[in-house]
């Protein structure tokens, strides 16, 4: 038996069980498994020995505590959610306003001339469906939070 057959087959042994046969023998008198073997045994015996790392209830009691206590230094989840807003109205009135601006932008005047005079009407509605999109995604991720703004309730009313 070679040795790295041995030590996977030590390795392979569950932490109880003992090698036997042609494996304890190896192992026994092999110059380069026998002081491997025995290193490894006296440290699962030191490990043995050592305090375990397991915390005890009260750790976890103490550590839920100090958690429950520190609870009210947490912002508010709907301060958060107005908070979360302003960017997207932000936003939102950025792309409103540049529906009329656009009409003075130097790059309109240069695209009129390339295309012409009726460049207007699709520039507008391809901005007016932006808003629109931009909108509708809005309220679609902030349903809850402009309900609670607007006082409105969320549940379904009763059927009748």
């Not at 979360?84 to 109205?89: E, G, H, Q, S, V």
């Not at 601006?101 to 309109?108: E, G, K, P, V």
């Not at 390339?114 to 509605?125: C, E, M, R, Y």
Request: proline letters at 6%.
């Amino acid at each position: 038996m070679t040795c790295s057959e041995a030590l996977s087959r030590y390795f392979d042994l569950d932490r109880e069980e003992e090698p036997t046969g042609e494996l304890a023998a190896h192992l026994r008198t092999c110059s380069s498994c026998a002081p491997l073997v025995s290193r490894m045994e006296a440290a699962q015996k030191a490990a043995a020995v050592q305090p375990s790392f397991l915390q005890s209830a009260r750790f976890t009691d103490l550590v839920m505590a100090r958690i429950q206590s520190e609870a009210g230094a947490v912002p508010n989840r709907e301060t958060a959610e107005e908070g979360a807003l302003l960017p997207w109205i932000v936003a939102g009135v950025i792309i409103l306003a540049a529906i009329p601006l656009s009409s003075f932008s130097d790059s309109l005047s240069w695209l009129s001339a390339i295309f012409g005079t009726q460049l207007d009407f699709p520039l507008h509605l391809v901005l007016g469906l932006a808003f629109t999109v931009y909108a509708l995604l809005f309220i679609g991720s902030h349903l809850q939070g402009i309900a609670r703004l607007l006082h409105l309730k969320t549940s379904a009313a009763p059927p009748r």
